[in-house]
């Protein structure tokens, strides 16, 4: 007879620390949802399937050293002690051979762990998981994911607007009277707090409008105003916007001449 319980415990797919109920069957996890008695009891597509990562039989447990051409996926598993060795080995031999600026690193990860950063980011910074590594080894050259999806909304924007990055910022969005939800699904967050916050101000009276060519699940659940613009002409809308919204002097034009360029 299989053995079925249940513990209570945190989600360790990312930093955010989301309250989950674990189910173990035969002490083997077989599904993870989000706890309803706590603030924090929440979880994402990943958490969900959670399950599946640990068990999968394509999930890495080592790192893997390229044996074939590149595109032929022909690798083979070795220790962490060999894949510093080799790295370290290329590096230094790049640097006797051209210099420390001829490297540079791509950093990225999928779901925001910090093994990285907390092996090769100096302690209290938010900068970059190279920094301990390349800036010291002579090389400015770090770039990575981000670039493409978080540097502009959490570092640069929150930066030049509030003084701080995101992620050393509260939203109170729960107490605001009208949320525009554009191009973006937090219902598939990871971690879903801001569609949580967003169900919780729809409660207290907030109307939502979610702009997407599809009808997303944030739209359906926050049961918003969806307006389903044509992929590729957010910045039509955007510029219409702008332009009704100056002929009929509806902004603070002493603001606007305060605190804007353009």
């Not at 990562?53 to 890495?60: A, K």
Request: with cysteine; hydrophobic share 35%; charged share 20%.
């Amino acid at each position: 007879m299989k053995s079925t319980r249940e513990v209570n415990t945190i989600c360790g797919i990312c930093p955010a620390g989301c309250w989950v109920t674990a189910k173990l069957t035969d002490g083997r996890l077989v599904k993870v949802s989000a706890r309803n008695d706590h603030p924090l009891g929440m979880i994402c597509r990943l958490g969900e399937h959670s399950p599946e990562m640990v068990y999968s039989s394509d999930r890495l447990k080592t790192p893997m050293l390229r044996k074939g051409p590149k595109g032929t996926y022909d690798f083979e598993p070795v220790t962490w002690d060999r894949a510093y060795e080799i790295i370290t080995d290329n590096l230094n031999r790049t640097k006797k051979k051209y210099g420390p600026k001829a490297t540079a690193i791509y950093t990225g990860r999928g779901s925001f762990d910090l093994a990285l950063c907390d092996l090769f980011q100096p302690k209290d910074t938010a900068v970059s998981s190279a920094s301990s590594v390349l800036f010291p080894f002579g090389s400015p050259n770090t770039f990575g994911v981000g670039a493409l999806c978080y540097v502009s909304f959490a570092m640069i924007a929150p930066h030049v607007t509030m003084g701080s990055m995101l992620k050393d910022m509260e939203s109170d969005l729960e107490q605001a009277e009208l949320i525009v939800v554009w191009g973006s699904n937090p219902a598939t967050d990871s971690p879903p707090l801001t569609h949580n916050q967003i169900i919780e101000a729809r409660q207290n009276g907030a109307k939502v409008v979610v702009i997407d060519p599809r009808r997303t699940e944030t739209a359906k659940q926050s049961g918003a105003q969806w307006i389903p613009i044509r992929p590729g002409t957010d910045g039509a809308l955007a510029l219409s916007m702008i332009q009704t919204i100056i002929e009929e002097d509806i902004y603070d034009d002493k603001f606007a001449a305060r605190w804007t360029v353009g």
